[in-house]
């Protein structure tokens, strides 16, 4: 979504595909080596979802090589191809169809050069696990003979066209994850694993609230060798000894006196914040037909609270500052971006900054990852030529990195005599869901803004609705509607720094949009399935999905006792990617269970069904913990929901049970797994509490508190 | 201070300051990878190790409570050669996203089949309810306990 479309740099190959558009040179891409493999360079990286291997297997598929000849490189800068951020599900689709269409390219060109030699046409050859069979069967050469001999400096030209999906041998079927023997061997692997000479360790001492000063920092003997590194209000201890480096962050902590001030809105009121805060309106989508008069209306407002990534593992990065240039080993999901505002809050130009990726926790979004860059770069300036490195608290996770900001969207529609949607008005108000680096005049780091003199944290804003949206993600109703008005009011105030999370406005939005569905359902009296499929005719894919979901749980499913029932969704991610329906099943007891979840998706062409199917149960099952437990807890200083007690996320005995389909669709374009099943399992799971309880939930999440609420 | 323990069955000794942390020292002195921090208070089980054969969170255990005694970390279960058959029942049902809290249940997980080699569901899910895994790869996870189950009876 903020990749910068363009024509290759010789303005050769305006249409070329995904990010070969932004980079077009093939050498970006792939080399081969003389030893007999082949390395593929995505800018894209691995957060735990799988990526690597399913580029692999594209790459294996199209040079008709052995899946273990295939080496995926690590992104770095300025190495890698700038392909912006991992997000928004659009790695197969930007890096999966470069690297397939780079590899096209690249077979072509070898295969020529193979042919020329020998006086044959390239047609005449089949390769064979990298090796060029001639006719008879006689090798004439191979990638590896040649790695040397064929240049791939030249930017794509866009005229080779990838196998047919028949020809495919590797994309499409289901291939075991690279990374995970390393991961349950106990391998060092993550960058919180390596282990270099001289290596020194750091950690952050944040500030008692969002809005305080550094009073005093008392000269305390520390233990170790710790020492302080001060920039304004920004302070970490550095020590040779991890050990040392967290006990001296703790003394420090709770000798250190700060000032501070009350800057948050009062956390019980969420709603009334978002009413009255300043805000930027916007039109996201209107149109207006012909409309029979309403029948059947309904005026509802749906809210959520801000949620946190929550990832098991805490932020971490390495540092190296010397001769006033500056390396950095991360796990970002955009190093380029990441390195912009490096550049920006140190002074630096952005190519005395080299960035290497390296594989971090499980991240679903916009965390911390960046701004645990900029603490390393600080503690690593004061000590030059040694690398140092820093790793989160849980309180910092939790309690420091962005949040994915609350939000209302106010609902207001009818149904006609007939039972067909005649109007729909939607209003959203809330933060924008990005404040991803490298994308404004000010950095979004966040020691920037304890700093001296502090960088302004830009506010928060959504990405337009072409390029995904934010808050208005999946705001505009996939249903048939002739009247339709959806309007965004952007906070523009941000007292809580705001960013994507997994799905980003989707969340509340397919819950809010499902819910009205049912109801006016359910007031005409129609089936909440063929009440969506009548509204759905235009779009035969997203009634394949829910019919097959409806299959999937026996829907009219019958209550399994008292307290239980079952409710239904589906929605079409960002309106532009992957279509997921799913059943929920709940149970209704003093809290809340989800005890079965039925999941059905169409992502078009899948490279790793087995990969595909572990993301999409994935966000069922983080969609079920945000739906029945997430809320980021405040006070008027700072987040106060800083550890798993106060932020509890679901455990393996609140874990539903889960059926899933993917609908085989090899011929379609791939459109991205790893958020399309978030908004319809939140959506069900309301839907289910209905059945099972008579209310109709309004807030996320659906705790007893909230369910009491609706009940009134 | 001087402590000594087994360590995936061999002798370890290390001079500590006072106050380090089992996981401190695994991770730090005795350079191990397995197991991991994750929230430094018992409510994640990233650091699960093992003690005289009992998972245990090593965050907030001090290095001297493992003063001659056993201590087994996910190293000590199998090595890509010849894997665990948890470790390969992991493998097969590709039970796993980000892995971070791997280690940690595989530890758990092999207490588990130690004292009870044929456990239901519900058994499993009870053991492995100290350990949060975000990424949500339970259900596979379940299965591929109740796999190496199996495999370890047959």
Redesign the interface.
Known sequence: MNLAFHAGAAGNAPALPGSLRAEPLLSRWLRFSAEGHVTVMPGKVE????ILTALAQIAADELDVAPGRVRVAAASTPGSPNEGVTSGSLSVQESGIAIRHACAEARALHLAAAAGRAGLRPEQFVVQDGRFLGPGGIEIGSYWAQAEAVPLEMEARGDVAPKPRAGRQVAGRSA??L????????????L??L?WPGLLHARAVRPPGRDATLLELPGAAL??DAVPVRHGNFLCVVAA????A??AAALLARRIRWAVRDSLPEGTDLRGWLDAAPAEASVVAERQEPAAPAAHQLSACFTRPFLTH?????CCAVALWQEEALEVWTHSQGIYNLRADLALTLGLSPERIVLHHV?G????GHNGADDVALDAALAARAHPGRPVRV?W??AEELGWGPLSPAGLIRIDAAVDADGRLCRWDAELRGNGHSSRPGRAAHPTLLAAAHLDPPFPLPVAIDAPLAGGGGAQRNAVPGYAVPALRVTLHRLREMPLRSSALRGLGALLNVFAIESVMEELAAASGQDAVDFRLRHLAHDARAQAVLREAAALCGWPRRPAGDGTGTGIAVARYKNSGAWCAVAAEVEAAEVVRCRRLWIAADLGEVINP??AA??L??????ATSIALKEAVRFDRQGVTSD???AYP?L???E?P??ELRLLPRPDEPPLGAGEASLGPTIAAIAGGIHAALGLRPRQLPFTPDTLAAAME | MAVAFTLNGAPVALEAPEGMTLLQALRGPLALSGPRFGCGAEACGCCMVTLDGDPRPSCTLPLDAAQGRDVGTVEGLGTPEAPHPLQQAFLDEQAGQCGWCLSGILVSAEALLRREPDPDEAAVRAALEPHLCRCGAQNRMLRAVLRAARAMRA
């Open positions: 957060i735990g979802q799988g075991p994850r990374d995970l023997p390393d991961k349950l061997f106990g391998r060092a692997r993550f919180h694993d282990r233990p170790g000894d991890e050990w040392a967290e006990a929550a990832s098991i593992g805490t594989e926790a499980g991240c679903y790793v608290s849980r087995d990969g572990n993301q149960e994935g966000g069922a099952i983080q550890s798993w007690e996320v455990r393996f005995s874990v049970a889960v």
